[in-house]
């Protein structure tokens, strides 16, 4: 088996604790797929979201029956892999991300995107 460099992973904002706050099942999950996108590789239930461009801001969603569950990152920079923000969306009506997760998710890539490039020493 190949062995593959692990990228660094920061987490913007409330990723992380949002995270967390979610069943151990669905964190099992997304840590997996977070590590894969570390070496390279992507989980089989990672899609581009739609909206931004390319593949570069990938979702993991996993449903439930108490709604669907979602972390977003991004592999757009070579160094590093960004967690953007996970959360739950509770309505089953509709395949979209609402409007403000999507609103959240644009803050967070700037904020990932200063980081990246030197210009903040935080990872908010």
Do not use: N
Request: hydrophobic letters at 40%; one cysteine or more; aromatic letters at 8%.
């Amino acid at each position: 088996m190949e062995e593959r460099e692990v990228k660094p992973l920061y987490w913007v904002a409330f990723a992380k604790r949002d995270l967390k706050a979610m069943p151990t099942d669905i964190q099992d999950m997304f840590g997996f797929a977070l590590h894969q996108a570390q070496t390279g590789r992507k989980h089989d239930h990672a899609k581009p979201l739609k909206g931004f461009g390319s593949a570069g801001v990938l979702e993991v969603v996993e449903s439930t029956q108490d709604g669907a569950f979602r972390a977003v990152y991004t592999v757009k920079f070579v160094d590093a892999v960004y967690v953007l923000h996970c959360f739950q969306k509770k309505s089953m009506h509709g395949v979209a991300t609402p409007r403000q997760d999507i609103e959240i998710i644009r803050a967070r890539l700037k904020a990932a995107l200063a980081h990246a490039s030197g210009e903040s020493d935080d990872r908010h």
